[in-house]
């Protein structure tokens, strides 16, 4: 049988829906998105914050920083998102991380692939790294989203997959409703590096679904960089804009 029968047989029995809006796919959309939903899909507008990617309102002079990161430098050297998590961006990551899982990661790989080579040169980096779930909160929701996306960045980009260095040591439980002050405080400490050897005079690419606050990658970044990490870059698919 062809592939498209496969998928013909495979989607009377289970038929999908976007992610989105609800509408009834067809057979050989891969995305889980339709083509409407999917050609709304946003990336992160221009200019940005050059430390942490948040869109800045009007270009403030050269080099522009944000507000947030000339009060409190991050550890990372820039964090870049591929996508804003409202609308069908905001749909597919939320089905991604709570529902629909593993499913779900090829149509989340393809803008974080795309959003990655906006920003980076992947020739630079020595390891990705994803920021690590508490082991008990991959037993919860069954998969570790940020792991299986840099696993599929380093297949395509051939950037070697690390994912033994960084551990997270301490159960942080949901940051939702915190403040970015109360989420710092919140997750400081919660990060180990466990092979310094490896991660020495490294160019680290930091891998995460979504960046909020930036409180989560800064921890990871400051222990990376304080194992001896050269620099440390972070690329997410979705970045949370207030609006
Ligand atoms: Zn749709
Ligand atoms: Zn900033």
Redesign the pocket.
Known sequence: MSLNGILWLAHLFFPRE?V??G?LLDFRERDY??P??RARLETVPEPVCERCGVPLEIPAGNPATCPDCREHSPAYRRARSALIFSGPGGSLVRAYKYSAGPYLSGACLRPLLAGGERWYDWEKYDRVVPVPLHPRKTRERGFDQAAVLAAGLSRKTGIPLDRKSLVRIRYTGTQTRLSRKSRRENIRGAFLVTGRDRVRGAEVLLIDDVHTTGATVGECAEALIGAGAAEVDVLTLARAVSR
């Open positions: 976007c989105h809006c509408v998105l339709c409407g939903c």
